[in-house]
């Protein structure tokens, strides 16, 4: 599967935006999904993942309460919905898929995107 994600930005200490990661292919049903995040110098962390069904979601607890991820299988797209955002949150966002269940691990994914930069000024 090829991942595409958009809905990067710069964005105020407070505000809003909402990630989007397009999947082509038939079988994005098949696939659990996640979003990760990356600084310069840092590790790539993880963020939320959504299971094939969305019946299971799981957060980074310092995204929980803030972020919501969903997803529309019939449009093949994950959604990261960010609110409330802090400086803290300014990344490289990139969206991840696995066959199987979700995961909090990004060496467990084998597909992803190319990332979106959220930027959040203070």
């Known amino acids: 599967v090829q991942l595409q994600a958009s809905g990067g930005g710069l964005v105020q200490a407070g505000g809003s935006l909402r990630l989007s990661c397009a999947a082509s292919?038939?079988?994005?049903?098949?696939?659990?999904m996640g979003w990760f995040r990356q600084v310069p110098g840092k590790e790539r962390e993880f963020v939320a993942t959504?299971?094939?069904?969305?019946?299971?979601?799981y957060y980074a607890e310092s995204v929980k309460g803030r972020f919501t991820i969903s997803r529309d299988n019939a449009k093949n797209t994950v959604y990261l919905q960010m609110n409330s955002l802090k400086p803290e949150d300014t990344a490289v966002y990139y969206c991840a898929g696995k066959d199987g269940n979700s995961a909090r691990v990004a060496v467990e994914y084998a597909y992803w995107g190319q990332g979106t930069l959220v930027t959040v000024a203070s």
């Open positions: 292919g038939r079988t994005f049903s098949t696939y659990s």
């Open positions: 959504i299971s094939r069904a969305a019946s299971i979601t």
